[in-house]
Structures are given as C-alpha cells and as structure tokens.
C-alpha cells in the first residue's frame, strides 16, 4: 500500500512539474524591432536607459528587460550600482547585469564586450533556463584601454538584442 502512494506521488509531481514547463511565460513584449526604454521598477534595482529589442524566430522569443553595468553584484546577484563612467584606479571588475525573458526555453545569450577600438574583448555565453531570467557576465579591465566600452547581447546566431556602453578613464 505505501508503496503505491509513494508511485501516485511522484507520478502528481511529475505531472506538476511537466505542465510548469509547458505554462508560457508571462512576458511583457516589445512591439517594435528596437525601442528605448527606461525602468521606473519599485524592486531595489536602479533605473536605467538602454535599447532593447525582440527575437521572434521560428516560434522563440527573446526579450531583454533589463540592461544594467555595475561596480559588484549583491548576495542575491542584483546589481549594486548603475555605471556610466568607471576610473581604473577604484574599479577593475565590471559587471553586466541582464533580465532576459524568453517564450522558448532552453535558450543561450551571449554577452560581448567591446573595446574602445571596436575589437572584441570577451565573448561570455549564457545559458537561458527559466523565464524571465537574471543573468550576469563580469570581465577584469585591468590594464585595458580607456574610452568607450560596449556590452553587446546577442542571440547564439550573433542577433544585437541590447547595448550598454560606458566610459574608463
């Protein structure tokens, strides 16, 4: 008998966990191929101005929400602070934080850091497993150039999604 109650309980789980995989996610979805958007969320993240654009590609949809570089992240991987300029002599590490949601799952997003001189400096892949999602990239500027710097995400086929830039000096 308990061995039977035992089987209808995980059977029910599975049930539960197959039909959680299968719900679509509840997504906020961009009506035009590229748009500027600025967060006035309540959560403890910091506003923000970025591009964002839509994926939509044999059925799978990529949104980023957010866009975000920062100095550290938090214990719960929030970004602390939003950067626009960064001195080499307080910061080394940067950040690029991201809110990425997606109709299709598994997915992968790729964050690309660019230099000043256009080149590509790191090119971070990052796994899309639930929906939305919070994903991070971080790189040592350490004896980098100055100027201007880019974090490009882009779809695993190379798709511009969203851009942050920011200065060193």
């Not at 299968?22 to 967060?39: G, M, W």
């Not at 839509?54 to 939003?82: C, F, H």
């Amino acid at each position: 008998m308990t061995g039977v109650v035992i089987f209808f309980l995980l059977l029910i789980g599975l049930v539960l966990w197959v039909s959680f995989l299968s719900t679509p996610p509840k997504l906020e979805t961009v009506s035009t191929s590229s748009t500027t958007f600025t967060s006035t969320t309540s959560s403890s993240l910091p506003s923000f101005e970025g591009t964002s654009s839509t994926l939509r590609k044999e059925g799978k949809e990529v949104v980023v929400e957010k866009i975000i570089i920062a100095s550290a992240l938090d214990k719960n991987n929030l970004p602390i602070d939003q950067l626009a300029s960064i001195s080499l002599e307080k910061i080394q590490t940067v950040y690029c934080y991201t809110r990425v949601g997606s109709s299709s799952l598994p997915q992968v997003i790729k964050h690309v850091w660019i230099d000043p001189e256009g080149k590509t400096f790191a090119e971070i892949s990052l796994n899309l497993l639930r929906s939305p999602q919070d994903t991070w990239s971080y790189v040592s500027l350490l004896g980098t150039k100055k100027g201007r710097w880019e974090v490009q995400v882009r779809t695993e086929a190379g798709k511009e999604l969203a851009k942050a830039s920011f200065y060193v000096d």
